[in-house]
């Protein structure tokens, strides 16, 4: 693959999530805030997608509407061509690392969603995707004595047990320092090669979308259109000091109107 | 000298036992000093302790109290934690009930005496729906604020995970709002404790809060009358240590700060 040349997403792959001029308006004390604006975006089959975009923009008002918390004022949302309309173990949110039961162990919370397996299935689920994410020897363990990368990471096996086809992970290394938040991106880059999910991954954080993602939705501020798609054509494990990361990235901050200069 | 340290090991038991000491003493002096005849000293109360024990008077009277804590205080919970956690899961049904919940709760279940008396007449069941009265509105409104203030993202979770209503109810809400329930029924068993014993020196015949009334009435016996009140803090302060116990299980644990 060139390094130089932008690469559009083959044409051969299936869409997976569609969403269809997508607008929300949020009523609240007799006032009206237009939050989402005519948004539109398919996400391919196993795809990774990034939504970029200033602190309350409405990237994750959008996330929670395809998750099916949340239903459009207009517009629709569909997955696999089925209208979204609740939430669905098809597609697991992923929230911060306070969005694991403090009060379930390891095992409890990576066991969550497969109550309706049979026991030793389900043991066996929960064994795989403990070593998956690199928490053996805690099996046993509350949330509560876990560090905050070791809990997303918990959360991120809670989500993946049940089989989703899609992720949708809402700012998922944002309480993280900033080493553990490198490695989690490593990891979770490990886990997608791995299991191939469709992932969509809110983030305001511009290095962080373009190392993870094959395209990255910048977003603007409120009411919230698309702004520019821009396609990620580097192969994993990418190179972040190489020229055309860096051509990306400096794309990106001025398209957001950001100078990098501190 | 550092404040924040730990207190030592031999500190622990050193100041509260130096304290009680001193407590005994003053309480000693002032009862020879001031030449009382009616407030027993602490010897006359312990030997009071010993003469109640001999006659078996004290046994038979702590399990009539603690089955009727335990029968109302029961009660309390059966009724009180489904409906607290149904008004709590259902804000529409809490906004009916409350207004009617806030106007019973801050009635002193003492002044139903009266009232639980024509229901039940003098007897073990008054005394049970007193204790049942002072321990039933704490637990429900723990529970309601216990389920309301669980956080959107477990319930988010719950619901992505296909929990139906009752699933979501039992396997989220509940775990969430438990560490809160427990502080509920932790203040609802003090209150019974609490009850059991002006219940006792009204509606029934047996009992701490009667055996206190009770050795006033008949001679004067303070020395019996202050045993049966030590007797009655002691038992509440075992039964609260034995409560908090609960909240050292590890699956409610996260919900509690522990000193150390």
Partial sequence: MSLTQPVSVPAAVTTKLSVEHVSMVFERDGKSTHVLNDISLDVGDGEFVCLLGPSGCGKTTLLNAMAGFLSPTSGEIKVSGEVVRKPDPRRIFVFQERGVFPWLTVEGNIGFGLSKLPRLEREKRVAYYVKMVGLEGFEKTYPQELSGGMKQRLEVARALAVNPDMLLLDEPFGALDSI???????????????????????????????QLADRVVVMSARPATIQQIVNI??????????????????????QIGLAHKV | MN?????????????????????????????????????????????????????????????????RVAAGFGAAVVLGVPLGLTLGWYPAANQVVNPVMQLLRPISPIAWIPVAIIFFGVGDRAAMFLIFLGAFFPIVVACISGVSNVPSVFRRAGRNFGLTAPQLLAKVLLPAALPQILIGLRIALGIAWLVVVAAEM??????????????????????????????????GLVLDLAFRRLEKLRSVRWGFRFES
């Fill in chain 1, 180 to 210: 553990t938040r490198l490695i989690m991106r490593g990891e979770l880059l490990r886990i997608w090669e791995a299991e191939r999910k469709t992932i969509v991954f809110v983030t305001h954080d511009i290095d962080e979308a373009v």
């Fill in chain 1, 233 to 254: 054509d580097i192969t994993h494990p990418r190179d972040i000091s190489s020229p055309r990361y860096l051509e990306l990235r400096d794309g990106i901050f001025q």
């Fill in chain 2, 3 to 67: 404040f924040l340290s730990e207190p030592r090991k031999w500190e622990r038991f050193f100041w509260p036992i130096l304290a009680s000491a001193l407590l005994l003493a003053l309480w000693h002096y002032s009862v020879v000093w001031s030449g009382t005849k009616v407030f027993p000293s602490p010897r006359e109360v312990l030997n009071g302790m010993g003469d109640l024990l001999r006659h078996h008077v004290l046994w038979r009277d702590i399990v009539d109290s603690l089955r």
């Fill in chain 2, 202 to 235: 009204i509606a029934v015949d047996s009992g701490l809060g009667y055996l206190v009334i009770d050795s006033r009435n008949s001679g004067k016996r303070y020395d019996l009358v202050v045993a049966a009140i030590l007797m009655i803090g002691v038992i």
